[in-house]
């Protein structure tokens, strides 16, 4: 095909006009491969996260679904348990019996609301897991009760360091008044933890956390096993096995509130697809299921970063088409006299259509490879960016089989899609119109300067569109549990944007929603 | 030149009217209508013709009486509305009437050879690569080298092989389209005003190239011309009018083909009866 005289012709007189086509066409698979390793690079940088925020932990069983039912039980006025009793806590201690456990331990959060910078924000503080080696890279751990280890990242934020003093607003729910009650306190900085920190922004002591006068939201239970089984995989499994055995027989014992209440099979143990067990709404995980939940959860994420590339990319691509298919038509109306005379001299209407089609392919190809690699310089430039202005952690861009693939396949296809309408053009021509006297009309030469405007304020008003619905969406890409790092992509995604949104809480009720 | 190309003509025939000389086109009944109602125009009407293989045949014709319709219909380039064209290939004879577009498009690659007054070649290759390009095109066999060389040579064309038509003079490129006609040996060469565009000495060299084809390589020319001059370097002439034949001459002088052609002239729009023979050179 490459030998084809009628492709050599067709691209020695495509000249200029096909540079402009090959440009739209490296622009467009650029932005769909910047997303793509932007994606993967997001991707690993969670799976990195997950494995930081689980480390220590060989199991950790989600206690939050029996605070739901100890608080509908309240409610209900059928509680057994008086309300001081924490179940997560009544769980770990029954768990931190068992021969293979080293320890089990309850955690648990409390909304903090803090004035920083003029600015009212949130601050989720939680008990100091004792399962996690904490990597303070400034002072110390908390050691008095009105301590807290800040997040590195939250401090920054609001310009907090070492030995800072922070005045937080607390509320209790007085269940017998039914009112809230407020507070106040005030913290010091102990010091700053680097690294990734999945829930909260703060970590207090569990006295220091007691000592506040507001209300405790657990979260989970960390299980750390003893000696060599630490970190063993099959033991871990084990392990699960036996921790769901507890829960079903503390429910059975009435030890452990339940939604079902009374219900036969409230304790029945279920194995969900990824291994997990769950009993009465207990998840419990092993240290490699709880790093594939959070990453599926944060995937969530970057499916929105993926569909704003994507939206550009699409964006680009249809602007692209255009481009290309009326640079084609162009091309193939310039050429009406040579594919003439070819036809005369015996092209066949194949050939001519079979070079129009490879002509478009070669470009598609060549924009491709070069898109390919302006992407990638691309991802790379924004990856280097995120890690000095948003996370030092941002994974690198690294080239993936999947976006030189996917850069590759979508050139040629926008090219030889564009393409195959003009081609089919080409075939038609009579070897005849090699015979006509010399063209008399030049054809309206303005009508490409009004399709070029057209094209260029209809992709403008695309662009705008996607970057309002990305606004929006930044708005509430905050998942359940507002965070430290969900903040901080809510921030990052709206200097994506050169929106200015509050360094951090502001946002947080709309988020919310 | 005239006079060179006159002697050797002569020669050449003697020897070939002595063999029977084979049909290399014949047209029998074509018919042509351009529109319709009064506003009809017939450029081809009931017209047989043939013409021999190996020989410089010339047409001429008033302006306006087929004979550009008629090239174009014989090479395969558009269709009659009725009537035969049998083509003798070194495959046997072939029809085209009946033929699909593409056999037709490998007819003409493979079988014909074309001459236009002017745009003949093909901006963007080289002079070689318009002269191959039928054969690059998928035409049978290679181009023959030796042959190619020969072409080339002959026609003054050697040092000019990798320049782009632009910048070839109208002679040049007239004579690279002869070369292209050529080079593939085709069944046939049709050429319609090959030297209409050109000046003096530059018509009377392509003029004389077509000669030399026909005396050196037995090829079979077939020439549009309004210069009586040109139509005497071939070896007969037939003579169009209102899209038929009217006359043919075996060997005539540049001004007995200059007075017919003002009678022929007066006759457009008569039948074409008297003094015209049949269409027909056998
Ligand atoms: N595509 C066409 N549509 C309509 N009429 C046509 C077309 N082509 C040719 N004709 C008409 O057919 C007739 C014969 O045209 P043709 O070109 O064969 O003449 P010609 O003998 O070559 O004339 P000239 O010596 O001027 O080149 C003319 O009357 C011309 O107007
Ligand atoms: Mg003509």
């Known amino acids: ?513 | 030149m005239s006079g060179t190309a006159r002697v050797r003509s002569v020669e050449t025939m003697t020897t070939l009217a002595k063999t029977t000389v084979q049909a290399a086109v014949r047209a029998e009944a074509l018919t042509k209508t351009y529109g319709a109602g009064n506003a009809a125009v017939r450029p081809l009407q009931n017209l047989t013709v043939s013409f021999p293989a190996g020989r410089f045949t010339a047409v001429m014709g008033p302006s306006g009486s087929g004979k550009s319709t008629l090239m174009h219909v014989l090479a395969g380039l558009d269709t009659p509305d009725g009537g035969d064209i049998t083509l003798a290939t070194d495959r046997g004879p072939i029809s085209l009437t009946g033929l699909t577009e593409k056999q037709l498009t490998r007819v003409r690659r493979d079988s014909i050879g074309f001459i236009f007054q002017a745009y003949n070649l093909i901006p963007a290759m080289t002079a070689e690569e318009n002269i191959v390009l039928p054969s690059s095109l998928g035409g049978r066999a290679q181009v023959d080298k030796t042959f190619f060389r020969h072409v080339v040579d002959r026609l003054g064309l050697t040092d000019r092989l990798h320049h782009r038509p632009f910048e070839l003079s109208g002679g040049q490129q007239q004579r690279v389209a002869v070369a292209r006609a050529l080079v593939a040996r085709p069944s046939v060469v049709f050429a319609d005003e090959p030297t209409g565009n050109l000046d003096q000495a530059s018509g009377a060299e392509v003029l004389d190239l077509l000669r030399t084809a026909v005396d050196e390589f037995g090829q079979t020319v077939i020439m549009v011309t309004h210069d009586a001059a040109a139509a005497a370097v071939a070896d007969s002439t037939v003579l169009l009018a209102d899209g038929r034949v009217v006359q043919t001459r075996e060997e005539p002088s540049a001004e007995e083909l200059a007075a017919a052609m003002l009678h022929a002239g007066s006759v457009v729009g008569a039948p074409a009866a008297g003094q015209a023979t049949d269409g027909g050179v056998s």
């Open chain 1, 1 to 513: 095909m490459i030998g084809s005289p009628v492709l050599r012709t067709n691209l020695r007189s495509g000249g200029k006009r096909l540079w402009a086509a090959g440009a739209a066409v490296v622009i467009s698979v650029a932005f769909v491969v910047t997303a793509l390793i932007l994606l993967g690079s997001f991707n690993r940088t969670m799976e990195a996260q997950a494995v930081a925020d689980a480390e220590g932990a060989d199991l950790v069983v989600n206690a939050e679904a029996l605070t739901w039912a100890q608080n509908a039980a309240e409610e209900a006025g059928t509680s057994e348990t008086s309300s001081g009793d924490r179940p997560d806590q009544q769980l770990a201690d029954a768990i931190s019996e068992l021969d293979a456990v080293a320890e089990a331990e309850a955690l648990s959060f409390v909304f903090l609301q803090g004035e920083s910078s003029g600015v009212d924000s949130m601050l989720l503080a939680g008990d100091l897991p004792e399962t996690r080696t904490m990597d303070v890279a400034e002072g110390s751990l908390p050691e008095q009760d009105d301590q807290i280890l800040l997040v590195t990242d939250f401090a920054e934020a609001n310009n907090l360091g070492v030995g800072d003093t922070m005045q937080v607003a607390t509320e209790r729910f007085n269940a017998e008044s039914g009112n809230v009650e407020e507070g106040s306190a005030e913290l010091t900085v102990s010091g700053l933890a680097s690294g990734y920190h999945r829930t909260v922004s703060g970590y207090v002591s569990s006295e220091g956390l007691e000592s506040l006068d507001a209300d405790q939201t657990p979260t989970s239970l960390r299980v750390a096993m003893t000696g060599e089984d630490h970190g063993d995989t099959q033991a871990q499994e084990e392990l699960q096995q036996q921790i769901a055995d507890v829960v079903a027989a503390m429910i059975d014992n009435g030890e452990l509130p339940t939604d079902t209440g009374s219900d036969d099979d409230a304790a029945q143990i279920f194995t969900q697809p990824d291994g997990s067990l769950v009993v009465a709404g207990v998840d419990i995980r092993t240290q490699q299921q709880i790093i594939d939940a959070w990453v599926a959860d944060l995937t969530g994420q970057s499916t929105a970063l993926l569909s704003i590339g994507l939206g550009f990319g699409a964006i680009a691509v249809f602007v692209a088409s255009l481009v290309i298919s009326n640079t084609f038509q162009v091309l193939v109306a310039s050429r009406s006299r040579t594919m003439a005379l070819l036809r005369a001299v015996g092209a066949t209407a194949g050939q001519l259509r079979r070079a129009t089609v490879a002509e478009g392919a070669l470009l598609g190809v060549g924009g491709g490879v070069l898109g390919v690699l302006l992407g990638w310089s691309a991802a790379v430039g924004i990856a280097t960016v995120a890690q000095r202005f948003w996370l030092e952690s941002f994974s690198s861009a690294q080239l993936s089989v999947l976006a030189v693939v996917t850069g590759l396949l979508l050139g040629v296809a926008v090219t030889v899609l564009a393409a195959v309408m003009p081609a089919l053009k080409a075939g038609r021509t009579s070897p005849m119109e090699a015979l006509r006297p010399v063209e008399i009309s030049a054809g309206p030469k303005r009508i490409p300067w009004v399709r070029t405007v057209l094209g260029v304020l209809l992709a403008a008003g695309g662009l705008g569109g996607v970057l309002l619905s990305a606004l929006i969406h930044s708005r509430c890409w905050v998942p359940q549990v507002p965070s430290s790092d969900s903040l901080g992509f809510c921030s990052w995604a709206g200097s994506w944007f050169h929106v200015p949104l509050p360094s951090w809480g502001s946002s947080l009720p709309e988020c919310r929603v």
